[in-house]
Structure formats: C-alpha cells, structure tokens
C-alpha cells in the first residue's frame, strides 16, 4: 500500500517525500483512513511505529481542508507525557505541515512560560503540551481549549504511570464535546480501557503486535567514545569485523551525509538515505544496498521506516537514540529469519543518559568492550544518573571552586613555617617589592588618592606602583 492510497492530499504526499517516506507503516495503514473519515480511534502501539505520522497527518489535512480565517484558535490538542516526546511531536507537525498555512506550538515545563504565552497569543491551530503547564496557562487565563475540534492523547499508559490522570479529567471537561479524539497507547490495562470508554464514541480499534526482536539471537556492545572519535572508531569496526551488510544509524540528516565522506576517505564506501535526498537518490540507494552493490547504509530512523532488508548482519548505532523504544527497533533490522547479528552502541559523553534508559528498558547492562583504541572512561554513566539526563560539563566557576578545596599539604606546610617563625606561603610582606618604587610608603598612594581622586578606592589601589611603571615606560 502507498500513502497515495490512504486519501492524503498533495500537499502532504509531497512533504513525505521530501521526508523520505516510502510507504505507510501499519499503523499508519489502519488509523489514517479512519481518522480522515471523522472516527474515534483507539490505537494500540509502541514508540517507533509511526504513530506519530497516524494522527498527526490526519489531523492536518482535515484542519487545513475547514480553514475557517480570521484570529487561529487552538482547534487540535495532544497531549504527550513528557517534555521530550512532546517536543519530537511538535518537529513532526512541524515537518509534515511545511506545505500547509497552519500554525504549531508545543508547551511544557520546567522552561520559562512567557515565550510559550506569546506565541499562543498571536493564534496557534495545534497545540502539543504536557498536562501540567496546559492546566498552568489555562488558570492563568493565558490558554483556552473550547474550541479544540481533535483530541489526541498519546503514550496513555506512560500517563497515568506518571500520575497524570486526574490532570488528564480536568482537562477532558473543559474540552468542548463535539470533537473528534484519538487515544494511543503501548498497552491496554484496564485503566486504560475504562480511560478511554470514558471519552472515545464508537471508536474504532487499531493494534499493532509489538515487532518481536530476537534480542537473544543479537550480539549487542556498548562502547564508550569521545564524540570526535566516532568515526575512527566505526572505520576500525568496520574493516576488522566481518560486515556484510550493515546499517548506520546517525540522528541528523546532515550528519549521515558527513559520515559518508568520512568513510570515503577510509575507503569505505557508502550511501545515505534521508529526506533531503531526492525519490529517486533514496530509491538507487535501497537497490545498492539490498543487491549487495554497497555494503553500508546510512540512515535517519524517520527516513529507515518501511524499509524491510534481509540479510542486515550489524547495526551500527553511531548516535545512541534518545528513546529507548528507538534503540529496540534500530537493532530488530538484524537476526531476522532465524539468523544471527550484532549491534554496537557508540556511547559518547552527552549521550550515557541514553543508556541509562534503554538498559532500563531492556532490564540488564548491555556488554561493555573495552579493547579498542578510542575507549574513554568519561562516556560511562554516573552511578544515580537518571535515564535521559545529559552530565554537564563543570564551568569555569565550578572548577576554580574545586581549585579553592583546602589543601591539607600546604596547611601543614604553613604550619610548620609559622612555628619556625616564618610567614605561610602567600603571606609574604615582602612579596612584589620589585614592583614598587624605592622609598614607598605603601600608605601614600592611598593617601593621595582619597585626596584627589573622587572615583574612589578601586581606582586609589590603581594610582600606586603601576601608574609609575607606566609612566617610566612613557619617558622611555
């Protein structure tokens, strides 16, 4: 099936080829055309199955087909659990509807609220929040959702782990009732069933059986890297390991492309495929890599979705994804049909909060390899550190406080110094004589400067020794 076939208009059909879609996902297969329709959808699914596309494509194009002009108000609403899904749903809406004169934001906590007002202010169409800065705003009278005409919770399960659920009632009544929604969730307890028996109408169920990876048959490292060091590091694996067919996952599009000719300069030959890169680049791309021409794929993970290759013996994760659910389905592209594959993880220092989280996910450490050239202790996470929290480097501020620790040798030192009669170190009247022109008062400079200097003391303390170095230089 092609996106063609789903009933979406050249608009977005041209926005998700730019984005290097080549065909729906199944999820996207099952809930667009209900959507499109008007239903109700209850969608069952995991992160990495698309299902942002599901609801976000819909919701789009039945905004932008009832236009109503004048001042925009907030007619579509998604709510996401955490500020990180949110912002990757905010990008999505915002790649998706680059063809469309509509407008998105995305509101969450722990940032400064005021840039967040000013822009629902001037008039927004679709709105992506988490629950407790909505409520926030809409207290605060900055916000109002009684126009909201689709309703979209996601990742419902994650929600109410998280406590969210009286959040998520106070704002299911301040929703106008004629409206369309959509409910996405990984699992179905029955929490979440009597959730959405509370507000979905003759909804029409999607679930998609979660991609079974044989994790079992799958030979996955970590190895930590300094960042710089991450394509010498792929450049050693791939020459020493027996690769025959491996995908490279890399986060941006731009740094698939330089990966590439860094390989090139190795000699190691490569294709990228991402949404900048034309249909018929992606398309040359995919028939090299699946006829065994090139060895090495390059890719986003939006722009790897759809695309089904046997044979894929590594994976490569050069950048750590920073969902974990991500991790799972980058390396379920080996160890299929029974076969066995390896997956490598280079960790770097920003990216062990990654780790932390999908360790957690798959419940055990992942194996450690050390051997090899550009090991760095500096990218292993710290024991506490949380899933997705990125270690910050120490400031100048910080350092120079580590600096100003007692220093117990010298506290002896001066100890010993003062009992032999002799000033600690640093404490020398004497120190800087050199400095100072013979026969100095050191009172005089002081003296003369409170009497003719009405700038002050800081600028009294300037007018002694240094001013007469200046002035011996001048006359030279």
């Given amino acids: 099936m092609s996106f063609t076939s789903l009933g979406l208009s050249t608009e977005l059909l ?49 905004i932008a087909d009832s236009d109503q002009g004048g001042h925009r108000n907030i007619r579509a609403l998604i709510l996401s659990p955490t500020r990180e899904l949110a912002a990757q749903i905010g990008e999505r809406f915002s790649a998706y509807g680059a063809n469309l004169p509509l407008y998105h934001h995305v509101i969450f906590g722990g940032v400064s609220q005021k840039p967040q007002v000013k822009a629902v202010k001037r008039g927004i169409d679709i709105l992506t929040a988490t629950p407790g800065r909505l409520l926030d705003l809409i207290s605060q009278g900055h916000i109002d959702i009684s126009n909201v005409e689709f309703f979209v919770l996601d990742e419902a399960d994650r929600m109410l782990d998280m406590g969210f659920i009286r959040d998520i009632r106070k704002i299911l009544k301040m929703l106008p009732k004629n409206r369309q929604n959509l409910l996405f969730s990984a699992t179905m307890p029955n929490s979440i069933s009597e959730l959405a028996g509370s507000f979905l109408r003759d909804a029409v169920r999607v679930e998609i059986t979660p991609e079974e990876v044989a994790v079992d048959r799958i030979d996955q490292h970590i190895l930590f890297v300094k960042k710089s060091n991450k394509q010498y590091l792929l450049t050693t694996l791939i020459k020493e390991r027996n690769v025959d067919k491996a995908i490279v996952f890399t986060r941006t599009k731009h740094g698939a492309n330089r990966l590439v000719r860094q390989l090139g300069h190795a000699e190691i030959e490569a294709v990228a495929i991402h949404g900048n890169k034309s249909q ?51 390396i379920g592209r080996t160890a299929r049909a029974g076969k066995s594959g390896s997956a490598f993880g280079f960790c770097d220092e920003s990216e062990s909060g990654y780790l932390v989280g999908i360790q957690r996910l798959l419940g055990h450490d992942i194996p450690v390899i050390e051997d090899h050239p550009y090991h760095f202790p500096g990218a292993i996470p710290k024991p506490g550190q949380k899933p997705g929290e990125v270690r910050k480097k120490k400031s100048r501020n910080s350092r120079a406080a580590t600096r100003k620790q007692p220093d117990l040798r010298r506290e002896r030192s001066d100890r010993r110094r003062a009992d032999e009669g002799r000033s600690p170190r640093g404490n020398n009247p004497n120190r800087g004589r050199h400095n100072r022109p013979k026969n100095h008062d050191p009172n005089s400079s002081q003296k003369r400067g409170n009497h003719s200097n009405k700038h002050g003391s800081n600028r009294s303390r300037n007018s002694g020794g240094g001013s007469n170095r200046g002035q011996r230089r001048r006359r030279r």
Avoid at 15 to 42: K, N, S, W
Avoid at 298 to 306: C, H, N, P, V
Avoid at 315 to 323: M, W
């Fill in 14 to 62: 041209q926005t998700l080829d730019q984005e290097g879609y080549v065909e729906p996902t199944p999820i996207q297969e099952l809930a667009i055309p209900p959507l499109l329709e008007g239903r109700d959808v209850l969608g069952v699914a995991q992160t990495g199955t698309g299902k942002t596309a599901a609801f976000a494509l819909p919701v789009l194009q039945r």
């Fill in 280 to 330: 018929g680049a992606r398309t040359r791309a995919l028939s090299q890599f699946k006829n065994g021409e090139i060895s090495i794929l390059i890719a986003t993970d939006i722009a790897s979705r759809g695309i089904d290759v046997d044979g894929i013996s590594h994976v490569f994760n050069f950048d750590l994804p920073n969902i974990p659910e991500s991790y799972v389905h980058r």
